[in-house]
């Protein structure tokens, strides 16, 4: 059912990362030097509609580097979390998605970008040299993450008027 298909979302695109961060913090943190770069999406930042079990598994993982950046900060250990916008990848063509719906949102975002995997990768390494929290990779990413910030609540009400256009013009 359903719950099921969450359940699935969150286990790959949250408890992935947990279980990354309970391995292998402790053990940088006891040398006290080291690095966790954690994965999440502009979806964690910015929720899209359709996507709410996505967002919400990648604003978990927002909130674990969140919080372990500052635990762990002063022994040495960046954590640091990659954002980025939709892009070309393996991941979009190959992957689970919870209905027919979001798979062709994703699709459709990925095709419209000009963003890499290359430079979401090379954004994200730069990230982890220069300790930054965060990494937004993509132009229009970061616009979104700047108006999220500046303007929460007029930016979901545009985005789910947008949204519910497209629908009614199926």
């Known amino acids: 059912g359903q719950i099921d298909a969450w359940r699935k979302v969150l286990d790959v695109n949250y408890y992935g990362a947990l279980h990354g961060c309970r391995t292998v913090i402790p053990w940088m943190v006891e040398r006290q030097r080291g690095a966790v770069l954690n994965v999440a999406s502009i979806t964690g930042l910015v929720a899209m509609p359709s996507m709410a079990a996505y967002a919400s598994a990648k604003a978990a993982v927002v909130a674990l580097s969140e919080a372990l950046h500052a635990e762990v900060r002063p022994s ?3 954590v640091t979390v990659a954002a980025p916008g939709f892009f070309p990848s393996e991941l979009i063509a190959r992957g689970d998605f919870a209905d027919e719906q979001l798979r062709v949102m994703a699709v459709e975002l990925s095709q419209q970008s000009t963003l890499t995997a290359e430079q979401v990768a090379r954004a994200a390494l730069d990230g982890v040299d220069r300790q930054r929290l ?37």
Do not use: M
């Not at 910030?149 to 930016?155: G, H």
């Open 76 to 78: 040495g250990v960046v």
């Open 134 to 170: 965060y990494v937004v990779a993509g132009a229009r990413s970061r616009r979104f993450w700047r108006l999220k910030r500046l303007a929460p609540t007029w930016l979901t009400r545009r985005i789910g008027l947008r949204y519910h256009r497209r629908r009614q013009e199926e």
